[in-house]
């Protein structure tokens, strides 16, 4: 027999190995669509937390949301460094209520400390500036100490709502045309389970920042919606491995449909690791290098979501879209008679197994290898008619083999 019979001997070694060799050939040991149903009960837990979170603690909604007076200082004083922490006492010194939020942003001499609070009254402004000044002398551009140096804004809350707004516009558009998309080149059942597991990523990203806290700001908004496009390209990556290892699969008693896309999720999955891992290192460098010596709150709003979203989105797609599209798929009673097949052929073979072994018998059927040889040639024609289409260009006729002259002598 050949390398490519002895598949199951193949897959068996392939789990006897380590886990990266594992990961590497991509022979199936990974039984990731067998087990589904702990998926299907980890991410359904998963998601009620993250609506129960939603609904109960809600959203650490920022000021552009809610609207309210921001505050801005020089982060140098005649003392020395002013910090966020000492700024923010002396607001609560001043007014007896503390801050919503403090933060240094920038580095060097062009750092700055932010103070964001509710709307403040104009006395109320001038009675925190004032304590300011007087407490941390902030120097400002001249090299002096000057109050002028402390600036204030008010933030109206229409304008996050503008961003709100327009953002759900354009996750709707989205999902209409990335379902018209999936249904076209794919089929309706890999487009419901690849929607499915995008608004899982959506929910769990939300969730998420409901359960921790996250402030959430425009830019975490905008974050949102540029892992939209990560979630799906993992999802459309193994359903196109699907696709091609089905193809011609109802014809076939080799393996079921929820074999075949196991297979797939196996032959895809270090790719998928190799992806999520190149993607998430920029991610962390933006949150390390925004937030940690930047100081900047716009980058780690956006790096937050995008690292939050990416990992959500990796996992749904390996371990909730494919696992979802078996089970779709299955409803239809021409794959479910094919996997009746499938297991009445190998309660066949091994009933003949047993039986050559029971009276001694060499372990060797020829009809059995070539059964199994007839099917591997379909399986090897399927993916060839659909990975390389012979077309025949028009008006040239396909190309006949050119015959040998026949041996002997001719006839006169």
């Known amino acids: 027999m050949t390398s490519e ?7 068996e070694q392939g789990k006897r190995g380590s886990v990266f060799h594992r990961l590497y050939v991509g022979t199936g040991a990974f039984d990731i669509i067998g087990k589904r149903r702990r998926w299907y009960i980890f991410f359904g837990a998963l998601v009620l937390v993250c609506i129960a979170s939603i609904g109960a603690r809600g959203f650490n909604w920022g000021i552009e949301f809610e609207g309210g007076t921001q505050i801005q200082l020089p982060a140098h004083g005649v003392h020395g460094t002013i910090t966020a922490d000492q700024a923010k006492q002396v607001y609560a010194d001043a007014l007896g209520r503390q801050a919503a939020s403090a933060q240094t942003v920038g580095v060097g001499n062009a750092a700055t400390v932010q103070l964001r609070s509710e709307t403040l009254a104009e006395s109320d402004v001038s009675k925190v500036k004032d304590a300011l000044f007087s407490e941390l002398q902030p120097i400002g551009s001249n090299g002096q100490p000057s109050v002028q140096a ?24 989205f999902i209409v045309l990335v379902t018209i998309f999936l249904a076209i080149y794919f089929e309706r059942w890999m487009a419901l389970a690849a929607l499915i597991s995008l608004v899982h990523d959506i929910v769990v990203t939300a969730g998420i920042y409901s359960l921790v806290g996250f402030e959430v700001t425009p830019a975490t908004v905008i974050g949102l919606l540029t892992i939209l496009g990560f979630s799906l390209y993992d999802t459309v ?12 699969l109802l014809g076939l008693t080799r393996r079921t ?4 896309a196991n297979l797939a999720l196996n032959q895809t999955l270090m790719r998928s690791i190799n992806t999520s891992v190149i993607a998430l290192l920029p991610v962390l460098g ?7 010596l930047l100081g900047s709150g716009t980058l780690q709003d956006l790096a937050l979501v995008q690292l939050t979203g990416m990992l959500a989105g990796v996992l749904s797609s390996l371990f909730l879209a494919t696992p979802l599209l ?9 794959y479910k008679q094919q996997a009746e097949r499938v297991r009445a052929r190998r309660a066949n073979l091994a009933r003949k197994a047993a039986d050559r072994e029971a009276h001694g018998e060499d372990d060797f059927d020829a009809s059995d290898d070539d059964s199994l040889a007839a099917e591997l040639r379909k399986e090897k024609a399927y993916a060839a008619a659909a990975s390389v289409p012979a077309r025949t260009p028009k008006g040239t006729r396909p190309q006949q083999p050119r015959r040998g002259r026949p041996s002997g002598k001719r006839k006169r």
């Open 286 to 292: 933006l949150l390390v290098v925004g937030y940690i």
């Open 237 to 248: 990556v193994v359903f196109d491995k699907v696709k091609e290892n089905s193809r011609g």
């Open 257 to 260: 449909y929820a074999e075949t």
């Open 5 to 11: 019979q002895s598949t199951p001997a193949a897959t």
């Open 150 to 173: 402390i600036s204030d804004s008010a933030v109206s809350a229409s304008w996050g709502g503008e961003i709100s707004r327009q953002a759900l516009i354009a996750l709707g558009v």
């Open 326 to 334: 078996v089970d779709f798929k299955m409803r239809d009673p021409r």
